[in-house]
């Protein structure tokens, strides 16, 4: 199953700009990392919106994609984010998980943290729909 | 005000990378350009949800700050995101648009479009609120 | 098309009891009225969330129903609201558009407007996805 | 604290329209229960999207309002629902949490039950803010 995730994952050139890496893979649930990289960052020097929802939404089609069948691809339909906390520290971590599959849609939910020194810290929650569509 | 909006715009690191310029700024509306970089994409070669994304909730943000005080800044509290079709193209155009102004909390949509060729396309449609906060 | 949303609308008993009423059928737009009942306030006299999403949401759903295949039904899979202002007044009235038609999912929103005297407020705005199914 | 919540609880008319009770109190989660009544569902007779709404909202308000200081009161802000399956059964329970207390804003999530028979089924889940206010 990672298999499948990791050659997807590797597909899109946003993650490589990133710099994310794919961390666990399971069924329904998936992490992601990234460092906070210069070229990523808001006016006040924190991580970008961006990035915290590139990754929180990247976590959470990925958990999707653990749960359809291997001829199909994963969408968002639709996604909402909650930012939390400002993402301060040296990068973020993204946990995805499957609150619902389904073959029509499938419901997902992410909680994205900041690692600064030895502490994490929740900066965001996502909810949102994944679409299963043919590869 | 202009350039209030593009001293903050130039300071967002993330936009340099996304090749983002600002292309209209007025009171509560501000529009937002970007190329489809070859580092932008996912695993279809479309815009990633995160540029889509980013583009939508900046210009919802900097409409939302040509309505605060000169002293504040503005951080998104939460953002939901509709995509609509495959952002395919050569550019992302961004409007934001704020829906009811306030001290606390601003209320703000964004609609999103992929240009490709001599059309537009609507990709992305978001809703969400900003919060005033010290600069 | 308004005898079919008028049919489906009066096999909602929840629409009876916040009494409810149709107002407007069109491909893609759907506006309904309804009064704040005393039994429908929240703690300080105005018209309770549930009223003004109930209504919000099912204006959305029957602009929705206009797009689709008689032998089909909708419904809602996701849907947000930010509440804008109190809804303070005699009667509310939804909204509810298309966005974008689609056989698996249709982009909807709605606008939910308090009426006071002869003015109306914008009280809540609302985005979200509506899935046909079969009735 | 139970007391707070109840005396708030019993001034929205609303939720004695839904037969709604008050379950149970703690910082930062609330539970209520309401019967699906014959007047509250929509049209294939299971219970109402305002239903399910309104008591997933109220939980999360209610926990909110758990947080903060006596002389204040809680506003939605924004919420966002998805519904996972067809609320069908006899009664529906919410589960309302806080995610991140604050001043300004609380971050809330909820789930919504429905039970029927002795199994319980998980037919929604909300995300969304809340905004204290002078009382």
Chains 1, 2, 3, 4 share one sequence.
């Not at 006040?44 to 749960?67: E, I, N």
């Not at 995805?96 to 599959?101: C, L, T």
């Not at 943290?113 to 900066?123: E, P, R, S």
């Amino acid at each position: 199953m990672k298999d499948r995730i990791a050659a997807s994952f590797a597909r899109q050139s946003m993650m490589q700009t990133f710099g994310a890496t794919l961390d666990y893979v399971a069924e329904g649930s998936v992490i992601l990392f990234a460092p906070i990289l210069p070229g990523c960052r808001q006016q006040q020097g924190f991580a970008h919106a961006a990035l915290t929802f590139g990754l929180g939404d990247s976590a959470a089609g990925y958990a999707a994609l653990t749960t359809i069948p291997e001829n199909q691809d994963v969408v968002t339909a639709e996604i909402k984010i909650n930012l939390i906390a400002p993402a301060i520290g040296d990068r973020l971590i993204a946990k995805g998980r499957v609150i619902k599959p389904g073959r029509r849609l499938i419901v997902v939910t992410s909680e994205v943290f900041a690692l600064k020194d030895n502490t994490d810290t929740l900066v965001a929650i996502l909810q949102g729909t994944m679409v299963p569509v043919q590869a």
